[in-house]
């Protein structure tokens, strides 16, 4: 007779630390393949039998979950703020980037491109790239003196406080100057299923910064990892007994691969590649004739169309730089094959692992179309319970001047006395970048964007539910926020309220045209 199992009342919980992220991977998925308990399976497995058994179940038999269970820490240090905004791209991400408000990106340094022969295009880079510098540094400072003198500090304000939010004030204005070459430093932590992902996106990117930067996170992930405790370690061992350091040193100071087997087959995205370029080859040929429409900061797309339209309208939409409203009208007006065709542009090269195109995640109730200035895009494009498809940098669209109704009456910019030398700035890097994107080098069209400054508008369609519309929209509308997205929230809530009256009681927002407090954070 079978024995019966017994009454077992006593949950145990344990915080795991000191497992490699490969072997931690194993360990869990020995859960759904062995009683074993988390102790008894960390004691018996090593690094190679975890590399034996990734390669036989991740691999070979393709149960891809197991790699969301080996989480990877990166620091990316030194990147672009174009090659930052295509890295974090991905629904499932954590980590953080540097600030805009915060610090002075003066000592950042910036990205230089590639541009072979076309020395006259890259010494005009590099002066528009210095302007853009030197225009940042001085508005600052015009605009931090300007607030100092139009708000006292309270008696019970500490004077660094006082002067560290004003100082973040300004920086909200002078950001708009910082060119997308501008180098930043993030961090971020991911599972290997989505780092093999981001992996392959960014390897088949047409920016040649952001191909590489594909390149080092695979080989920061398949090489020896940096050990934050070596030096300590290392010390330690020297104090030991002759005896015992070889076998100390062993244990201690071994090399840690963090996913040497599970991103090592990761390889350029060939359907991404693909799919992009018909894509973009079908818009041209469909929106020729339409120029894009630049006149609504947000506009909320009723829902009229069947999920057909909706599936090509935003496909083409992502390659494209029209209103979505527009280009939904225009191919709910196609004959049925026609829009049928589109959908087939987005699928027809899809691999047996690949995941349809972000496009694809469609019925959405609530499509908000927004078109802003990409420094507070930067920080809307955090919001990723949505789903957010994003158009290409271009100049297209123009740039957006600080909307800083909030730092005071008036035009922040002329209270300051830096308009002229600000709007100056920001034409002579448009004119930069349509001369440069004429040019000879071996990426013309992408050198291009980087000089192109924060303060130029980039279009992005958020998908969302209630829920996520009431949540950003009372967050971003906070008084603590930057002008920049502040308006958007509000103008969310506005459109939101435009269509569906009876529920905008629920938004607990605050009227961006309403003056705040600046020395709140």
């Avoid at 225009?135 to 309270?154: C, D, H, M, Q, W």
């Amino acid at each position: 007779m079978s024995s019966q199992p017994e009454a077992r009342n006593q949950t145990e919980v344990l915080a795991v630390h000191g497992a490699d992220p490969e072997v931690m991977a194993y360990a869990m998925a020995k859960y759904s393949r062995s009683a074993l308990s988390m102790r008894e399976a960390l004691a018996e497995i090593s690094a190679q039998r975890a590399e034996q058994f990734l390669n036989t179940f991740y691999f070979q038999y393709g149960h891809r979950s197991i790699a969301d269970l080996a989480h990877i820490a990166f620091a990316v240090e030194r990147l672009s703020m174009i090659a930052a905004i295509e890295l974090v791209d991905e629904q499932r991400w954590d980590g953080q980037e540097r600030s805009t408000r915060y610090q002075n990106f003066l000592k950042s340094g910036w990205y230089l491109p590639a541009f072979g022969s076309d020395s006259a295009n890259e010494a005009l880079y590099k002066d528009v790239i210095h302007s853009l510098f030197e225009g940042y540094e001085f508005t600052t400072s015009a605009v931090f003196e300007s607030l100092k003198k139009r708000i006292n500090r309270p008696a019970d304000v500490d004077e660094g406080y006082y002067t560290r939010t004003l100082k973040a004030r300004a920086f909200d204005v002078s950001r708009y100057l910082l060119p997308l070459a501008t180098n930043t430093s993030l961090g971020q932590i991911v599972n290997a299923r989505t780092l093999e992902t981001q992996v392959s996106r960014l390897l088949a990117h047409p920016t040649a910064e952001v191909r590489e930067l594909g390149n080092k996170l695979r080989d920061a992930a398949t090489g020896p990892a940096w050990d934050a405790n070596l030096k300590a370690r290392a010390e330690l061992i020297g104090k030991l007994p002759v005896e015992l350091r070889e076998e100390a040193a062993a244990l201690l100071t071994r090399e840690v691969k963090a996913a040497p087997t599970l991103v090592k087959y990761a390889e350029a995205n060939v359907y991404l590649g693909k799919a992009r370029a018909e894509l973009q080859t079908a818009a041209r040929e469909l929106l020729a004739t339409i120029p894009p429409a630049n006149n609504k900061v947000v506009d909320l797309v009723e829902r009229t169309e069947s999920l057909e339209v909706e599936l090509a309208a935003t496909l083409l939409y992502s390659a494209s730089h029209h209103g979505y409203r527009q280009v939904r009208d225009l191919v709910a007006a196609l004959p049925e094959a026609r829009v049928l065709e589109i959908i087939d542009l987005g699928l027809q090269h899809r691999g047996r692992h690949d995941e349809a195109l972000r496009a694809f995640h469609a019925g959405a109730a609530l499509r908000f179309d927004i078109l802003m200035d990409i420094g507070g895009f930067r920080d809307m494009h955090r919001h990723r319970r949505c789903t957010q498809v994003i158009q290409g940098i271009t100049p297209l669209h123009g740039y957006e001047l600080p909307d800083a109704g909030d730092l005071g009456e008036g035009d922040i910019l002329e209270i300051a006395g830096v308009k002229p030398h600000f709007v100056a700035a920001l034409d002579s890097a448009f004119a930069a970048s349509t001369k440069i994107a004429a040019g000879h080098s071996p990426e013309p069209r992408e050198n291009a964007r980087y000089v192109l400054p924060l303060a130029t508008r980039i279009r992005s369609l958020f998908k969302m539910d209630f829920a996520e519309a009431q949540y950003i929209s009372e967050l971003r509308s906070g008084p603590a926020g930057h002008f920049s997205y502040r308006r958007v929230a509000w103008l969310m809530y506005q459109e939101f309220a435009r269509q569906h009256p009876t529920l905008a009681k629920h938004f607990r927002v605050t009227d961006f045209t309403q003056p705040i407090d600046l020395l709140k954070r």
